[in-house]
């Protein structure tokens, strides 16, 4: 007789996977022992090839033990590089290779547990959310629920896993599909502010959300994408949960209601049943889960053109950072600046002229000196923070220029944020689907 998942004996959860915050909270935090879901959550594909071909040297390359590793390694690679159906094909392999550790009806562990987050965050991505939900109400009654109950910590939380809490039944999230004509664009408007002589560029162009015509920003750097507070009250948006500990990139995180939008229609094209933050900001954002449900997608400095029809001259393998859960994913380019390589992530909605944003724990000797004060205003609402500019030599992906490079405090863990003032000097490409992404 087959036994139910909820049956399942819970086994290597240890004692010491148990962690607790100052005030006494008690959640849990798993990760692999070889590094591979945080090479993922990274964006770091040579990270990656360098840990799998490392794996034959610690596990015998004929057991199952690493056949099932390999399998972990080769769904992460996939989805850097954007291939999120095979992703979920790797997964399958490793956990039919893992036999009775990756079958939840036979055993509830944590390698089965890893395996299952990257396959719902894989919906979220993909954009989902109707398939998303349900999986990750299975997560909750399958996973969840008997490990609180192993613990015996009803409140136990599941951090990095498990941040967006459903307030409604999972069945009532609708199915969401985008449709619209083979070419599509959308024209920027132009920006009234100037620095120094130059209009501020801004990727902002008009939309309709519900039956309000409006503008929005169209941000690389936002995933869900969000809606102002007012603006979903009057539309009266229905909120379906609730997302815990949003960052904006500096050290303020807030927490945000999820609300589903009926349809954004962007140009002539509809997306329905989409998944937003409500957030103090003054604009409504279009995030990376909208945009990377077009097809072929062109950013450049003064339109946004996407469709199956737009022409797309890029071949250049896409690399995405992305959160195991799926709740975060940004779209990672070759940078090359200050005498240093490595990958910055693009950031369409951060309109300053410079070119780079580096973040950084604290300022160091060389920039105190070039202090200054800038008032910006992210999901969070309106702050003023403390900056230094520096030109500097850059290459982003096959452009090179003379440009500014701006240091500001925040997330110094997050890689460099390419502004949408790099898109003077030249145009970003990519499709989600076919994997590929390029600056040209």
């Known amino acids: 007789m087959a036994t139910s998942a909820s049956q399942a004996p819970v086994q290597a959860f240890d004692p010491d996977l148990i962690q607790h915050d100052p005030n006494g909270k008690a959640y849990i935090s798993i990760r692999d022992s070889y590094g591979i879901l945080t090479a993922m959550e990274h964006g770091d594909p040579a990270q990656l090839h360098a840990i799998h071909d490392g794996l034959g040297k610690r596990i015998p390359a004929a057991s199952a033990s690493y056949v099932v590793m390999a399998g972990l390694c080769d769904a992460a690679l996939a989805r850097v590089q954007g291939d999120l159906t095979g992703s979920d094909a790797f997964l399958d392999r490793a956990r039919k290779a893992a036999g009775p550790l990756g079958d939840p009806a036979r055993s509830i562990n944590p390698l089965d547990l890893l395996f299952e987050t990257v396959r719902v965050g894989n919906l979220m991505l993909e954009g989902r959310t109707q398939d998303w939900a349900r999986a990750h109400d299975r997560l909750v009654q399958v996973y969840f629920a008997p490990i609180r109950q192993f613990y015996r910590l009803p409140d136990l939380e599941f951090r990095n896993i498990d941040p967006l809490t459903l307030s409604v039944p999972a069945d009532t999230i609708p199915q969401p599909s985008v449709s619209g004509p083979e070419s599509e664009h959308v024209d920027f408007e132009a920006s009234h502010v100037r620095i120094g002589g130059r209009s501020l560029p801004l990727a902002q162009g008009p939309i309709t959300l519900g039956d309000i015509r409006t503008q929005a920003i169209f941000d690389t750097g936002s995933f869900l994408g ?53 957030s103090q900001a003054s604009t409504v954002i279009v995030g990376m889960q909208q945009l990377s449900q077009l097809r072929h997608v062109v950013f450049s400095e003064h339109a946004l053109h996407f469709g199956r029809g737009t022409p797309l001259a890029c071949t250049d393998r896409m690399t995405l950072r992305s959160m195991r859960n799926g709740m975060t994913m940004s779209l990672l380019l070759p940078v090359s600046h200050d005498g240093t390589e490595g990958h910055a992530l693009v950031d369409t909605g951060d309109n300053t002229l410079e070119v780079l944003t580096v973040r950084l724990r604290s300022f160091p000797a060389a920039l105190t000196g070039h202090l200054q004060s800038e008032e910006v205003e992210t999901m969070q609402g309106r702050f003023v923070q403390h900056i230094a500019i520096r030109p500097q030599t850059l290459r982003i992906g096959a452009v090179s220029h003379e440009a500014d490079v701006k240091y500001e405090l925040g997330d110094w863990s997050m890689p460099p944020a390419i502004t949408f003032g790099a898109f003077r000097y030249g145009a970003l490409q990519f499709d989600r689907t076919e994997g590929v992404a390029c600056f040209r």
């Open 226 to 278: 969000s809606i102002p507070a007012a603006m979903a009250r009057q539309q009266h948006f229905t909120v379906v949960g609730h997302i815990g500990q949003q960052s904006d990139g500096s050290t303020r995180t807030r927490t945000a209601e999820i609300v589903l939008v009926p349809a954004l229609t962007i140009g002539r094209t509809t997306l329905t049943n989409q998944m937003m933050t409500i």
